[in-house]
């Protein structure tokens, strides 16, 4: 039988923590997904409603299965399951900005091939890092709740699941050089390297890549330009939607777009005569000018969700055409900043790898 379990029912996440759950499941898992809601207390947008978690992690005591910012994770859905995950991006007072995080722990949902086998593990744990002010539009309350899709053990035998964390999180300096080693324990699937300024593209902040193995023995990607990667790599566009409030000025307000972002702007409610003004921007930030104190309603369309560049290695589908490490002596990115980068910008790794059962 496959269904979905409750693992957290909604409850009140007002102050900011830290969340620990004990998981106590005994049939296999496909994909845990966790939902934060934050009641907003105003109309003008504070950040994104995914920075409402700033970390969800997977553990068996001190052994990290999935460690992810709620952006990150956010962006690795979509490039597993070719859209966003459920986000509401409502910028309104007393409407509840909602963010959505997948853990995929197979290739995709209800695979019998990769899941997570709570009996290979000993002290299976979720941990939530949260802060409601942190998303939305100032949110005076918040909830958690967390829900599990799962399989019988019946129905499937898993040699081993999708292990995802973050490696390296560095600032960014301009035009510099960052040297990263990666680790060379387990297959990669994919590698997302991501930096999310506002009124910033990818490229402008992490603007060449290098991915070689064994000190350039082998060059997977050679100096490339990260915005020639995003035009010849899988990035596809999504849409989404943003309703926001307007004040009569120019107003910022956050989406998950960051390039070749496209939107267009109505009013909503009654003043549907109201003269409308839009900045295309990117880095995941617009700036809507209302020429009257209305609500108004955003269509988005772009690419690269919270400044992810995504590197594929073989058939998403195919795990035997995954990049094998476990023969190699040194697996490092060199990448160069942009010339220009955002004010107090980071740079993330985040690698998805097959764990194998031993």
Request: with cysteine; hydrophobic share 40%; proline share 4%.
């Given at each position: 039988?496959?269904?979905?379990?409750?693992?957290?029912?909604?409850?009140?996440?007002?102050?900011?923590?830290?969340?620990?759950?004990?998981?106590?499941?005994?049939?296999?898992?496909?994909?845990?997904?966790?939902?934060?809601?934050?009641?907003?207390?105003?109309?003008?947008?504070?950040?994104?409603?995914?920075?409402?978690?700033?970390?969800?992690?997977?553990?068996?005591?001190?052994?990290?299965?999935?460690?992810?910012?709620?952006?990150?994770?956010?962006?690795?859905?979509?490039?597993?399951?070719?859209?966003?995950?459920?986000?509401?991006?409502?910028?309104?007072?007393?409407?509840?900005?909602?963010?959505?995080?997948?853990?995929?722990?197979?290739?995709?949902?209800?695979?019998?091939?990769?899941?997570?086998?709570?009996?290979?593990f000993?002290?299976?744990?979720?941990?939530?890092?949260?802060n409601?002010?942190?998303?939305?539009?100032?949110?005076?309350?918040?909830?958690?709740?967390?829900?599990?899709?799962?399989?019988?053990?019946?129905?499937?035998?898993?040699?081993?699941?999708?292990?995802?964390?973050?490696?390296?999180?560095?600032?960014?300096?301009?035009?510099?050089?960052?040297?990263?080693?990666?680790?060379?324990?387990?297959?990669?699937r994919r590698?997302?390297?991501?930096?999310?300024?506002?009124?910033?593209?990818p490229?402008?902040?992490?603007?060449?890549?290098?991915?070689?193995?064994?000190?350039?023995?082998?060059?997977?990607?050679?100096?490339?330009?990260?915005?020639?990667?995003?035009?010849?790599?899988?990035?596809?566009?999504?849409?989404?939607?943003?309703?926001?409030?307007g004040?009569?000025?120019?107003?910022?307000?956050?989406?998950?777009?960051?390039?070749?972002?496209?939107?267009?702007?109505?009013?909503?409610?009654?003043?549907?005569?109201?003269?409308?003004?839009?900045?295309?921007?990117?880095?995941?930030?617009?700036?809507a000018?209302m020429?009257?104190?209305?609500?108004?309603?955003?269509?988005?369309?772009?690419?690269?969700?919270?400044?992810?560049?995504?590197?594929?290695?073989?058939?998403?589908?195919?795990?035997?055409?995954?990049?094998?490490?476990?023969?190699?002596?040194?697996?490092?990115?060199?990448?160069?900043?942009?010339?220009?980068?955002?004010?107090?910008?980071?740079?993330?790794?985040?690698?998805?790898?097959?764990?194998?059962?031993?």
């Amino acid at each position: 039988m496959r269904r979905i379990t409750e693992i957290l029912s909604a409850e009140a996440a007002s102050t900011a923590g830290t969340k620990v759950i004990d998981l106590n499941l005994t049939d296999i898992v496909s994909r845990i997904v966790v939902q934060f809601k934050g009641t907003n207390s105003t109309g003008v947008p504070t950040a994104h409603p995914a920075k409402m978690i700033s970390k969800i992690e997977l553990v068996d005591g001190s052994d990290v299965l999935f460690s992810l910012t709620g952006a990150e994770a956010q962006a690795l859905n979509f490039y597993d399951e070719n859209e966003l995950p459920t986000t509401a991006l409502m910028y309104v007072n007393d409407v509840m900005a909602i963010a959505t995080f997948h853990i995929n722990l197979g290739r995709f949902l209800w695979d019998t091939k990769l899941a997570l086998d709570p009996s290979k593990f000993s002290n299976l744990q979720l941990k939530i890092t949260h802060n409601k002010a942190s998303g939305g539009a100032t949110p005076d309350a918040g909830s958690l709740s967390v829900f599990a899709f799962v399989m019988d053990k019946s129905e499937a035998t898993p040699t081993g699941f999708l292990m995802s964390k973050e490696i390296q999180s560095y600032s960014l300096t301009s035009s510099a050089h960052e040297y990263i080693s990666l680790p060379i324990d387990y297959a990669y699937r994919r590698i997302l390297v991501a930096s999310l300024s506002a009124e910033k593209q990818p490229w402008e902040q992490f603007n060449k890549i290098k991915l070689s193995i064994d000190n350039d023995k082998q060059v997977l990607i050679n100096n490339m330009s990260t915005s020639d990667l995003i035009k010849i790599l899988p990035h596809k566009r999504f849409t989404e939607y943003l309703v926001g409030t307007g004040t009569g000025s120019a107003e910022g307000t956050y989406c998950t777009a960051t390039m070749e972002t496209f939107a267009a702007m109505a009013p909503l409610a009654s003043a549907l005569t109201a003269a409308s003004v839009l900045t295309q921007a990117y880095g995941g930030y617009l700036t809507a000018l209302m020429d009257s104190a209305e609500l108004f309603q955003l269509v988005i369309a772009g690419k690269c969700p919270h400044g992810a560049l995504n590197i594929p290695f073989g058939d998403p589908a195919e795990i035997d055409s995954y990049l094998k490490v476990d023969k190699i002596g040194a697996f490092k990115f060199d990448i160069t900043a942009g010339s220009s980068v955002g004010s107090s910008s980071t740079c993330e790794i985040v690698a998805q790898q097959v764990r194998t059962y031993k």
